[in-house]
T-cell receptor
């Protein structure tokens, strides 16, 4: 079963509205989660690091006021795309890392397709 | 400075033969690596991963090799099947944060 669950898998919204995507860690606590997006014909690009109980850290070029990240609990991070525009249409995916005896393991969510019309 | 590079944008192999996809990285702090494939208009499918404490991980037809001294990662698919045709991305992770290569388009010919 999924170790990191992401919801929704698909979402279509009207331009100007806001959309929330959830990322949940199952069976483990994640103090840090990561959000990525992938545009067509490109690789996944890190958007921001979500930190439980504190502000997210955004990568250069990512608008923090547009992509709101909240990590209110140890098992849930949310990405809200505010005032969405067609150019925000993309594939968004989250990940979390788990430290084990054999080193770190990275788990990715299933991803969310956002289409802004 | 691109920390993760896939120098071959494309690769074509015959069905049944071995496909070898390569990936080079520059940051010695990377401690976890993974490969995923992507079909057009679909999300990524994660294939296989490897921790830096290992040099090989095998899962069915897929084997990932890690050469830390050379900072090189490779994915072997054997035997290759037409359904393997997709874009393959490698990723390297440090402190949970993953950096992805630009991808290699694999075409497996029947």
């Amino acid at each position: 079963g999924a170790v990191v669950s992401q919801h929704p898998s698909w979402v279509i919204c009207k331009s100007g509205t806001s959309v929330k995507i959830e990322c949940r860690s199952l069976d483990f606590q994640a103090t840090t989660m990561f959000w990525y997006r992938q545009f067509p014909k490109q690789s996944l690009m890190l958007m921001a690091t979500s930190n439980e109980g504190s502000k997210a850290t955004y990568e250069q070029g990512v608008e923090k006021d547009k992509f709101l990240i909240n990590h209110a609990s140890l098992t849930l991070s949310t990405l809200t795309v505010t005032s969405a525009h067609p150019e925000d249409s993309s594939f968004y995916i989250c990940s979390a890392s788990v430290r084990g005896l054999r080193g770190n393991t990275i788990y990715f969510g299933e991803g969310s397709w956002l289409t802004v019309v | 400075d691109q920390q993760v590079k896939q120098n071959s944008p494309s690769l074509s192999v015959q069905e049944g033969r071995i496909s070898i996809l390569n990936c080079d990285y520059t940051n010695s702090m990377f401690d976890y690596f993974l490969w995923y494939k992507k079909y057009p208009a679909e999300g990524p499918t994660f294939l296989i991963s490897i921790s830096s404490i290992k040099d090989k991980n095998e899962d069915g037809r897929f084997t990932v090799f890690l050469n830390k001294s050379a900072k090189h990662l490779s994915l072997h698919i054997v035997p290759s099947q037409p359904g393997d045709s997709a874009v393959y991305f490698c990723a390297a992770t440090n402190a949970g944060k993953s950096t992805f290569g630009d991808g290699t388009t694999l075409t497996v010919k029947p």
